[in-house]
């Protein structure tokens, strides 16, 4: 392991990238609040709670706790699969797709409070992030955000589509060449039919965030939140594009580049998937925050990957990757500093 030795030294990213290059790019959390500080998604669930507009109710709320879960997909599913089975028994009760609608509000106003502004984002930024992807033949995203798909949608040649020319996920049907984004956890552009099957949504720009919650009756928004690790799991394999996302980051092939990817206890199967791969290498990005810092990250990455010695670590300046530089952060108005 070439970084065992556990210093503060730091590579810098365009040297490592030439000496040990990554087909791969794992993205985490901490990529999107390097642009936008907002994107906290330790808990959407909290956060749909104490929305200033239509929060969760105690209804609402008690509904989760039935499922013992905070993801909003199961609680959504099953209320439209009773809305469904009522309807083919003439059970003429509204409260299961009250409740439906109701749920979908309060999420759609908790992204909102979380979510960079279509407006807020500058061209040249997106025509950065657009570039960089470029890089890679494949982009594993565990973030739920439109930073992404609104970055390959600002100039879509050079990116492969997984989607039919009806919107609909089917692998068999690829479109173009080029870099591919696996949305590990989902994408607010992202639906699950009534069917189980998953589809794009055709809206843009800042119609995906104005009214991602706001779709045909049935279907639900396709993204894993906050959650324990086995829950998320589970949500995967009920959905036919998550699972194939999970199973092509655990056969990835050559090095893999992780940005603001911790890969903590909730993410454990993440973890797991790229162990199952053993990637070439892995290029980490740690923030220098200070020497203690930068050795602490060191160990927890050594320690996660401590039973996979065939897989080489090597640690990098986030900072001296483009989607790291310090001038990409996007300030947040003053306004929605309040409103939080």
């Known amino acids: 392991m070439p970084d065992a030795d556990l210093d503060a030294s730091l590579h810098l990213w365009p040297n490592l990238n030439a000496a040990h290059p990554s087909t791969g790019l794992l993205l985490g959390n901490g990529a999107s609040r390097a642009l936008w500080r907002p994107f906290t998604y330790f808990s959407l669930f909290e956060e749909a709670q104490r929305v200033r507009h239509k929060p969760l109710s105690l209804t609402d709320q008690a509904l989760f706790k039935s499922f013992g879960s905070e993801l909003f997909e199961p609680v959504l599913s099953a209320l439209n699969t009773t809305v469904r089975i009522n309807a083919a028994l003439a059970i003429s009760s509204s409260a299961p797709l009250n409740r439906y609608y109701a749920i979908k ?98 809206a843009s720009g800042s119609q995906l965030l104005d009214g991602f919650a706001v779709n045909t009756p049935g279907d639900v928004p396709l993204f894993i939140n906050e959650s324990n690790s086995d829950d998320k799991l589970k949500a995967i394999r009920s959905s036919d594009y998550l699972s194939w996302c999970l199973g092509e980051l655990a056969g990835h092939q050559g090095g893999l580049c992780l940005f603001g990817q911790h890969l903590g206890a909730s993410d454990r199967h993440l973890l797991e998937a790229i162990k199952q791969a053993r990637p070439a290498h892995l290029a980490i990005a740690i923030r220098p925050l200070s020497e203690a810092s930068i050795i602490s990250q060191k160990q927890h990455y050594t320690q996660r990957f401590a039973d996979a010695a065939n897989i080489a670590l090597h640690f990098f300046d986030a900072s001296s990757h483009p989607l790291g530089l310090c001038d990409l952060e996007v300030p947040v108005p003053v306004p929605i500093r309040k409103r939080r």
């Open 105 to 202: 509000e309060a999420l759609i106003h908790a992204v909102r409070s979380v979510h960079i502004p279509w407006r807020l984002l500058p061209t040249a930024t997106l025509q950065l992030i657009n570039s960089e992807l470029r890089n890679y033949h494949s982009v594993y995203s565990s973030n739920y955000d439109l930073l992404c798909h609104w970055a390959a949608s600002h100039a879509p040649e050079g990116f492969q589509s997984l989607f039919n020319d009806d919107g609909d996920f089917d692998v068999r049907h690829t479109r173009g060449t080029g870099t591919r984004l696996l949305y590990l956890h989902g994408g607010l552009h992202l639906l699950k039919q009534q069917d189980g099957s998953s589809r794009q949504r055709s």
